[in-house]
């Protein structure tokens, strides 16, 4: 935080947006602070911390937009496509220094903050986060591709979306339990603005329930934090040492203290029955904000969970049925609920409730095949709702209905929606071929390993989701065409981009998921050896 | 010489291949294609008994060659099915009477069916019929030989429906086909019992089996190879096919019905003598199959008037009389009938289109003794009942259980699963238009809406989605956040008044006079 106030300082001296760049890189290349505990912190490139720039980069781009005259729309919109862009390139880049073979943190930055209270500014990602920035910063790029028809306040619009992207990376590379509560609460900020200014009819209500909810599941983890803070010796709020501290605890402080943080991060994942925000939210959102939402902000709480779940491993293993048993109801609620839904909007959300299902039941699992699933269907749903989103907001935006009755036929008229809007379906329903498939095979495997033949369960689950898949895809796409519906324009060629990338990466993860899984292996391995312990005994 | 044995069986098969993929490319279609048509074919089957001429004459010099093999077709476990042949005594001169009848039927066929439509299939089917019955008297052991029995199963079917777009032919050639498959699945049986029991389908390991099996299990392999043999040779009960299977052209009459496939299970009967001669049963139910088949055709043969029912009526006859021979354990004389019947026939079927020219009297009338017994005359007429009898015990009671159990399907399965049946088809030319044009918006009875399902499961799944969707709205959606929004508000009015309460003089002094009291 520091040096986001350094940098409010600087704004005030310096006057072109150039300058202050340069200024501000210099400043951050310059000082080099810190003190190292780790020997991979040599790996910071010209002694720069590359998180902290990653971290900074949205940041510059919502700055200089702030400088921008709001009339400039269209320079601002390349300002944030360049901002978000050279995210995605800066964290995409990061995959050439990543060594996915070693254990631990990598890229680790630490700078003490408030010395008393044992809070630290530090940073730092493994196999698990790694992949969940590299999917942020994709989906915010993509979200700022489809953000082409917002037309008022275009300035504020991209500012927020810019910060939001900020304050997301920020929780995925937190290595301070204060620096992620923080940021987990500062994402709040832009999204109740973004949800309130920007979106449908019932938008303030949405963006009101949406906070506080999300405040109201933040205390129960504030508190969980503050008590497991208080009852470590270390009183330090890193994450590392709390960890260390919590595992010493007796098993039921334990699970209080992780029944708090289950509500924290349960509220966002979402998990049944504190998911009412969600459907409200993802409808009322503007699409590329729900994009963001479905594809980001929901993993940020199973990410959450995880970490979590690796401070108190005996609190997760004797919750371990409680959670099962909320991932499979979940798994089938939301399934049904998206099966009764006639607005496409809201089916994409119940979908949203289902499929964070299939993670909390990997996350359940404890073992390494149920973790793996559930890391990847982190980024396969990501992906699926990301281009869900994306293709019904741009639908959207040429008909005006999110009503499933009024469409049909739209295979004849716009092929190229009916053709990425169908695979994103199909992914869903974690067809082979598609990375659904993975992550829901992994997840299966380690449920089968933990519970045996109770898995059949999932079946349900998948089948509720090919009901209302194959439904929405014929409803659709097939039958008569509409006389209304015949002169839609298909996807343009920035749209087109948009949905191939995440298609591509639909796909590719779904055939060759080998890269991604060695990515992550080590530090699941690590995460599940964690449980193995306990549960052996 | 006996290394090219396999080929005998190839060349009218590859023939067959040869002439069917020139008909779908477009190569012999037409009267141009006729000539390369007949020479692929004749051509084959003269390649194929020359062959067999040859080893016919290695053989006289030498002796017959016996059982040869090359090689493995299937293996699996501990069974294991050679590739092999038995060229002993029978088999030779069955195959030497089968290429040579083949050759001279193609040779016939070739003026008999010019210009007519089917030619190149004709020609095709002809040859796969013989491969198929070359298969069948030359393989060296069960499944092999079941391999031609249904090729030639198969192509009689493809023949007796020669002319497809008559009605009379496709019903006769199904119901030829399906008496067939009877004896088919006593041939299976037989192939079955072997491999169990026997270990192996190899003609002389079956043949020797008699002194390793018990009388019941050799009595039991043997009564299923008869049945497959009473049901190919069409013996009584299974008789009535043949008559309908006259359907086809007039050579394929001649070699299928005359002359080869109706011996063809004979032959087996004469192959399988041994396991026969073990089973007296057995070889009481041979004399009582043939000596009725033989009375049947006889009786029957009688009183038919047109020349290729009276000539079929006698092969029966004639056939029954091998079956009958072969029952009183005269298995060489029968098999010496049997050559001579199936060329005896094969000439008389090829000339009957023309023997009309020849007759100078007019046909002879019923004999005076058949006349005078009405009842007979009657039951011959009738062929005894046969057909009817076949339809009334086994064709209606089938369709009945068809109609059943597709009533059943539709009743209760198709409502269970909730498949939509018939509804969601366009019911009409006017609703195709409007839907063409885009006016309707979707067929009535395509799907239900949203939220909706057929079926057992659907409605189950309906019912569960309806609850957990009243449990969302009313608890989770309006309890949860309205619910909040609402206590939000009473709680700020309630923190309102109290404030106001607060700042009135009255409460202020009261509020510092117990602060007073609690300081004191």
């Known amino acids: 935080m520091l040096h986001f106030a350094g940098y409010f300082v600087g704004l005030n001296v310096e006057t072109g947006p150039l300058r202050i760049i340069l200024a501000a890189t210099a400043w951050c290349t310059l000082r080099n602070p810190g003190i190292t505990r780790s020997p991979r912190n040599k790996r910071s490139l010209f002694g720069m911390h590359l998180l902290t720039s990653l971290l900074l980069i949205p940041v510059f781009g919502a700055l200089l937009i702030a400088l921008l005259p709001g009339q400039q729309v269209r320079l601002i919109r390349t300002v944030a496509l360049a901002a978000g862009a050279a995210a995605l390139l800066f964290s995409w880049g990061l995959l050439i220094l990543f060594e996915p073979g070693t254990t631990g943190l990598q890229f680790v930055e630490v700078t003490p903050w408030n010395p008393r209270l044992g809070t630290s500014y530090s940073l730092g990602i493994d196999g698990i986060s790694f992949p969940m920035v590299l999917l942020a910063t994709l989906l915010t790029f993509i979200a700022i591709l489809a953000s082409a028809n917002i037309r008022d306040r275009t300035k504020w619009y991209y500012m927020l979306v810019l910060l939001l992207e900020a304050a997301m990376l920020g929780v995925f590379m937190a290595q301070d339990w204060t620096l992620f509560y923080l940021l987990w609460e500062l994402t709040l900020v832009p999204l109740f603005f973004l949800i309130g200014g920007w979106g449908g009819k019932r938008r303030h209500q949405a963006a009101l329930n949406f906070v506080l909810y999300t405040m109201g599941g933040s205390v129960f983890m504030l508190i969980s934090l503050l008590v497991l803070f208080d009852t470590t010796p270390g009183h330090s709020f890193a994450m590392d040492t709390m960890t260390s ?31 009412g925000w969600l459907p409200l939210a993802h409808v009322e959102a503007p699409s590329p ?43 089938i609620y939301g399934g049904l609920l998206a099966w009764r839904q006639t607005d496409l909007k ?34 396969a749903h990501g992906l699926v709702a990301g281009s869900l989103f994306l293709l019904i907001g741009l639908l959207y935006e040429r008909t005006h209905t999110r009503d499933i009755n009024d469409y049909s036929s739209l295979m004849q008229v716009t092929p190229r929606f009916a053709f990425f809007t169908s695979l994103a379906l199909l992914a869903g329903m974690a067809i082979p071929g598609t990375a659904g498939f993975i992550a829901e095979l992994h997840a299966i495997i380690g449920g089968f390993e933990a519970w045996g033949w109770m898995i059949l369960l999932i079946s349900v689950g998948m089948m509720v989701t090919a009901a209302y898949s194959v439904r929405t895809i014929g409803r659709l796409f097939t039958g008569p065409v509409h006389s209304r519906m015949r002169d839609l324009k298909d996807l343009q060629p920035v749209e087109l981009t948009a949905a191939g990338v995440l298609a591509t990466g639909i796909i590719l993860l779904g055939i060759a998921p080998q890269p991604v899984l060695e990515l992550m292996a080590e530090s699941i391995a690590q995460l599940s050896a964690a449980f193995t312990g306990i549960q052996g005994s | 010489m006996h290394k090219l044995v396999w080929l005998i069986p190839l060349l009218p098969l590859l023939a067959a291949t040869v002439i069917g993929i020139g008909y779908l490319t477009g190569l012999n279609r037409g009267e141009a294609g006729e000539k390369q048509t007949r020479r692929i074919a004749v051509g084959a089957a003269a390649l194929s008994l020359l062959l067999v001429l040859l080893i016919d004459g290695i053989a006289l010099l030498e002796g017959v060659p016996g059982q040869l093999q090359f090689g493995t077709w299937l293996h699996s476990g501990e069974y294991a099915i050679k590739l092999s042949f038995t060229l002993d005594a029978l088999g030779l001169s069955m195959t030497t009477l089968v290429a040579l009848l083949s050759v001279l039927t193609l040779r016939f066929s070739v003026n008999y069916m010019h210009r007519e439509a089917g030619y190149q299939r004709f020609f095709m089917v002809l040859s796969l019929f013989m491969a198929a019955m070359l298969l069948i008297v030359m393989a060296g052991n069960a499944l092999l030989a079941f391999v031609g029995w249904e090729l030639a199963g198969v192509s009689s079917y493809l023949l007796i429906n020669y002319a497809f777009d008559r009605t009379t032919a496709t019903i006769n050639a199904t119901r030829a086909f399906v008496t067939n498959r009877i004896g088919d699945a006593g041939f299976i049986i037989a192939i079955a019992l072997s491999l169990f029991w026997v ?87 041979l004399v009582l199959f043939g000596g009725g088949t033989a009375v049947y055709g006889f009786l029957a043969g009688l009183v038919q008037t047109d020349i290729k029912s009276g000539l079929i009526f006698s092969t029966l006859g004639q056939v029954g009389l091998i079956f009958l021979e072969c029952g009183l354990g005269w298995f060489t004389f029968a ?8 060329a005896w026939r094969a000439y008389q079927f090829l000339s009957a ?26 039951a011959c007429l009738q062929r005894f009942w046969l057909d009817s009898l076949a339809d009334w015990l086994l064709v209606r009671p089938t369709r009945a259980l068809a109609r059943d159990t597709q009533a059943f399907d539709q009743q209760v399965v198709n409502r269970l699963v909730g498949l939509p049946g018939s509804a969601s088809a366009v019911s009409s030319l006017a609703q195709w238009e409007s839907i063409k044009h885009g006016q309707a918006s979707r067929i009535v009875g395509d799907s239900g809406d949203i939220g909706q ?46 404030e106001s309460l607060l700042s009135e003089p009255r409460y202020l002094i009261l509020l510092i006079v117990i602060t007073f009291i609690v300081i004191l």
């Open chain 2, 199 to 285: 270990n192996s389908v190899e003609w002389p390991a079956v043949l020797s089996c008699t002194s390793t099996l018990e009388k019941l299990q050799v009595g039991l392999i043997a009564a299923a190879f008869l049945l497959a043999a009473l049901a190919k040779s069409a013996q009584v009960p299974f008789s009535p096919w043949i008559t309908r299977a006259l359907e086809g052209p007039t050579p394929s009459s001649a070699i299928f019905y005359g002359a080869l496939m109706v011996h063809a299970g004979a032959y087996l009967v004469i192959r399988l003598a041994p396991l026969f001669e073990q089973v007296p049963v057995l070889m009481l139910a």
């Open chain 2, 335 to 342: 098999a010496w009938h049997l050559a001579a019947h199936a």
């Open chain 1, 346 to 379: 809201a089916m994409i959300a119940y979908s949203s409730v289902s499929h964070m299902g299939i993670v909390l039941l990997g996350i359940a699992t404890l073992n390494i095949a149920g973790l793996t699933g559930a890391v990847m269907q982190m980024i």
């Open chain 2, 453 to 498: 399902a057929r079926g057992a499961v659907g409605q189950l799944m309906e019912a569960v989605a309806t609850l957990l969707h009243w449990f969302e709205e009313h608890l989770v959606l309006k309890g949860g956040d309205e619910g909040i929004f609402n206590l939000v508000q009473r709680l700020g009015k309630g923190l309102i008044k109290i």
């Open chain 1, 245 to 275: 501290g919590a595992r010493a605890l007796p098993v039921y402080t334990q699970v209080m203290i992780f029944l708090g943080f289950l509500i924290g991060f349960g509220v966002k994942m979402p998990i049944f029955p504190i998911h």
């Open chain 2, 353 to 378: 289109p023309a023997l009309m020219h020849f007759m100078g009297r007019p046909a002879r009338p019923v004999p005076r003794w058949l006349a005078r017994k009405r009842w007979l005359y009657t």
């Open chain 1, 289 to 331: 904000i729900s994009i963001l939402l479905s594809g980001i902000l929901l993993k940020m709480g199973s990410y959450g969970l995880i970490r979590a779940a690796f401070m108190l491993p005996e609190a997760m293993v004797a919750l371990q049925p409680l959670l099962a048993g909320l991932a499979l109801f979940s798994l």
